[in-house]
């Protein structure tokens, strides 16, 4: 699922493909994929507005329309963005097209539909609105963005302080900080050498210090390398490379790259957690309520090893064969490979 460096990388590669096109109309095949105005009303929303900027906030993309509207793309698991010219040929999963002016289309691709196209109001406050309606804003509940300036150690602390969960689902909670996912959150606490079992009110400051530098630093660096292409995620100018660079990550069972121990798995909240049980300790004020969790753990890791060396030998195979954002089409498609070939999976 692209988390906040892979939705800045689409956004990032749009802003090149789209500022200054003007929308000439919409079509879409999946109601439920529109968010903010009725579906019926989209196309008339959108047509004949000039696209201004392109940003991101959270996991979302926004495009900044003429007339203070904005245009939301969330991708969820499996969406995708495409600047394709007219007529390139299209699949069953393209849920919404814009027509651009200068003849070609933003196409929204979603495999498995949660993903969304929402169209949104700037109101005085900055906040995004449903236009010509009441309505709550769309980021209301979104925490601060690790990125920015004024997202401080001091200001990490003041929230972090504020918590009293264990550090991994509290990393995953966008309302605590926004645009960080599960890729980026385990890399996050085994860079910090923190358990993600670990309650946040058990950190000492050193450790507060660390979590905060290791979140910047490999959201920075996935950033750096166009974001981590596992799954489905690409973007209009081609896939990342992040996959390559992950320490723990998918890794189950694979030698942790600090100490040489294997990468453990475990299932928290019904995501997968991987982490090295050597170099990320828990305190011993942490353990009885997390032994449960980890003894459960054990059982699904046995499952998860021989799954993942089965998935390795298929996304080897997979990934040799053409990917629709790689079908021939004409001048501007996007979404071309990076180099010649594709880089070898982790630890493969
Ligand atoms: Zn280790």
């Not at 070609?104 to 949660?114: A, V, Y």
């Not at 209009?236 to 990550?249: F, K, N, S, W």
Request: charge should be positive; charged fraction near 30%; include cysteine.
């Amino acid at each position: 699922m692209p988390e906040l460096p892979e939705v800045e990388t689409v956004a990032r590669d749009l802003r090149g493909l789209v500022v200054g096109a003007t929308i000439t109309g919409a079509r879409y095949d999946w109601p439920r994929t529109i968010a903010g105005v009725a579906p019926e009303e989209f196309a008339g929303w959108v047509a004949g507005r000039s696209i201004e900027d392109v940003g991101r906030r959270a996991k979302f993309v926004l495009l900044e329309l003429g007339g203070g509207l904005v245009l939301t793309f969330q991708l969820k698991m499996t969406g995708q963005i495409f600047v394709t010219p007219a007529g390139t040929p299209t699949d069953r999963h393209v849920r919404v097209v814009m027509g651009l002016d200068d003849g070609r289309e933003l196409r929204f691709r979603d495999m498995r539909k949660f993903g969304r196209v929402g169209l949104y109001a700037r109101d005085g406050d900055g906040r995004l609105v449903p236009p010509g309606a009441a309505g709550a804003d769309l980021f209301g509940r979104h925490g601060p963005e690790p990125l920015s300036d004024d997202f401080t150690v001091a200001t990490f602390r003041a929230r972090l302080r504020r918590r009293r969960g264990r550090l991994k689902p509290l990393l995953l909670d966008q309302s605590f900080l926004a645009g960080v996912g599960n890729i980026y959150a385990d890399e996050a606490l085994w860079r910090a050498r923190l358990h993600p079992l670990r309650s946040a009110r058990s950190l000492r400051p050193h450790d507060e210090r660390a979590l905060y530098v290791n979140v910047r630093e490999i959201l920075a660096e996935a950033i750096e390398r166009r974001g981590s292409s596992v799954d489905d995620y690409t973007a209009p100018d081609g896939d990342g490379t992040m996959q390559d660079r992950l320490a723990v990550y998918q890794r189950t069972g694979l030698p942790c790259l600090r100490c040489g121990r294997p990468i453990r798995r475990i299932v928290l909240g019904a995501r997968s957690t991987h982490f090295c049980s050597w170099c990320q300790r828990l305190p011993a004020s942490d353990r009885a309520g997390a032994a449960a969790i980890l003894r459960a753990g054990r059982v699904a890791e046995r499952v998860a090893m021989r799954r993942v060396a089965a998935t390795r030998r298929a996304a080897a195979t997979r990934r040799r064969g053409a990917r629709w954002s790689e079908l021939p089409a004409g001048e501007g498609i996007v979404g071309r490979p990076v180099g010649p070939g594709r880089p070898a999976e982790p630890g493969a």
